[in-house]
């Protein structure tokens, strides 16, 4: 094992917090994967692999703590009786097994949790609605009721047992969660709470519920576990609400006597994205100029996050005393072994969080199962049993052919050369990444070449490995003759997509009349990436996408100058709310002057305008379903716009010539040694790239099934009607890794 040096020592030394200690500065801090308690096999494999990888601490997602605090249908934890405690308990052996210490965060919305399933209603500090869209797309649909001192008392008691289950299922970390704009936040903030009683008013008195919360938790549970608090120091409302300077720092100097660590953070929920923030926005440490502060106030350990995945930036924070311990959500998912990696002095292994959000985006559309833009074995860990860093070896020594060396292709290629296949991976770009290498031209989303990075370091040191294996770049586009006369055994087929040079788009289905990316006037996004001129001066993006290309593009144009106007049939960047970059994005937009035409679509494209209509008006979808052409009307919302260049943002399509021609030719297949050929990623159909990514793990990790082109059945963790629960007696529905 090799050692890094004294450099890094610090980073694996153990630290105090009360009465535990955490084995290394490493701390998971709560956040969500869709698994809560309905599902305690997912939990138990994604957390209990970090202890494995080296995470000193690894917390729960929010918590709830009584079925007041329901957040259905987001897919939460919950510690509301022995049911709950009992599904729980995996995930905590689990990570004892590695030495690591678990934490379970204590979670109480008020509004902010709906009660979809309980249909209860919450407490608080005075009655209001959630600002948050507790439904997705839905803000202000909840409210709470205002506590009386009656109704404190019980809240407060609903945290204790609470606490005092956490304990007893074998947590060694209660975090009382304040961030966010939860639960005891909602009491200190005088956003939320204009009481004029002892609960309301000064800054004592806002205070007081969370301080006599925590005093009550800590005689109730001793010193059999370590309190913690997660607040936001410093919501980001100005004197509206928590600023550091003022009643921040003041709440850690009142707080700390009663706690062991402090976990802190900045920001709140309806713009949470502050605290998590996307890398098109932030930076590595982004939080520190709050957070380093907070020392001042308090001589208890404090962690806090800022996507940390450089070590270098790591020792920066502690040994300047910004904070004890390192806290990390996403670079946590993206390489549960960074820690282990550190100390290895493999830091070109380590899969460095991109920053994109796409994991959190399943939280905010609902609590699906999360994923990963870099790791595709996120979420996988029971239901597939994949490992991160454990591939099985290869059954057989046939070799394999991969054409495309993107997103699904190098991963593909790279887990067949894990498992000791032999690969041949071409590619008629220069670089490793495929379309990645374009994307992470555009403005604030450098940081998504990361993708491409890892893959590239670890395919080149397969190589080395497998001399038998290659990498062939900057060739000429293989044909179906060229495949079949390679001599591979099995072909992999990853040839990428295109955005339709048509126009071809969801709402018709077909292409938008006068739309042809070979005219001077008209660009798809690849031809803006290969530099295609002129462009002219007023810029219009036709844009029938939901996510990053068409805000993307804007900006860029409008920061070199062009007038640049987006019509967009729904909301630009639509999904950019789920990943936290939306609220940022559109700022940006309007800072740059940028025209945003809603709900607008495009039924004709000429040389300098394009005629462009409501969605909801004349023509809309009802009246022209199948016509392709839209019916016109003196009165209808038809208008023309002029322009100067049209860029094409529609429906993309896949490049799957090669792969049809050969699966044309199947009949040849034998002569010329070939068993199979698969297509996959974005080849098969159009995805994002943790989707394409993932797409090429699969395929490589079950390529001897059956069926490999068809994914195989997971484990699924389902209640099962009239089976009782009897450990010891039904080993079979224990949960084991």
Known sequence: MANTGSAYDILFTPIKIGPKTLKNRFYQVPHCIGAGTNYPGFQMAHRGLKAEGGWGAINTEQCSIHPECDDSLRITARIWDEGDMRNLRPMVDHIHQHGALAGCELFYGGPHAPGLETRTISRGPNQYNSDFATVPGCPGFTYNHMADEDEIDRLQQHYVNAALRARDTGYDIVDVYGAHAYGPMQWLNPYYNTRTDKYGGSFENRARFWIETLERIRKAVGNDVALVTRC????????????????????IELASPYLDMWNVNIGDI??????????RFYRIGHQNEWIRHIKQA??????????????????????????????????????????NKIREGRFEDIRTCIGCNVCIS???????????TQNATAGEEYRRGWH??????AKSDKDVLVVGAGPAGS??????????????????RDKIGGYVNDVATLPGLGEWGYHRDYREIQLNKLVKKNKQSQIALGQKRMTADDVLNYGAARVVIATGAHWSPIGLNHRTQKPIPGADASLPHVLTPEQVFEGKKPVGKRVMIINYDPYYMAPSLAEKFARAGHEVTIASVGGVGAYMEYTLEGPNTHRMLHELDITILGETGCSRIEPGRVELFSIYGEGSKRQYKGSGQLPRKENDSHHWHECDTVILITSRRSNDSLFRELKARKSEWAKNGIDNVFVIGDAEAPRIIADATFDGHRLAREIEDESPQHQKPFKREQKVWGVAYNPGENPELEWRL
Not at 240 to 245: D, I, L, N, P, S
Not at 270 to 279: H, N, R, V
Not at 318 to 334: C, E
Request: net charge negative; charged share 25%.
């Open 411 to 428: 991963e593909c290629a790279r887990v067949l050369m894990e498992r000791g296949y032999t690969v041949h991976l071409v590619d008629a």
């Open 388 to 393: 991160p860093e454990k591939f099985e070896p």
């Open 362 to 372: 399943r939280w905010e559309m609902g609590g699906v199962p999360f994923i990963c």
């Open 270 to 279: 309806t713009e949470w994205g502050e605290d998590a923030g996307p890398s």
């Open 232 to 251: 936001s120091i410093d919501t980001l409302y100005g004197d509206a609400g928590v600023e550091v300077g003022e009643d921040g720092l003041k709440f």
């Open 298 to 339: 308090t001589n208890k350990p404090v962690v806090a996050v800022g996507r940390y995945y450089d070590p270098e930036k790591m020792l920066e924070v502690i040994n300047t005393g910004v904070v004890d311990i390192i806290g990390a959500a996403r670079p946590s998912i993206a390489d549960p072994f960074m820690p």
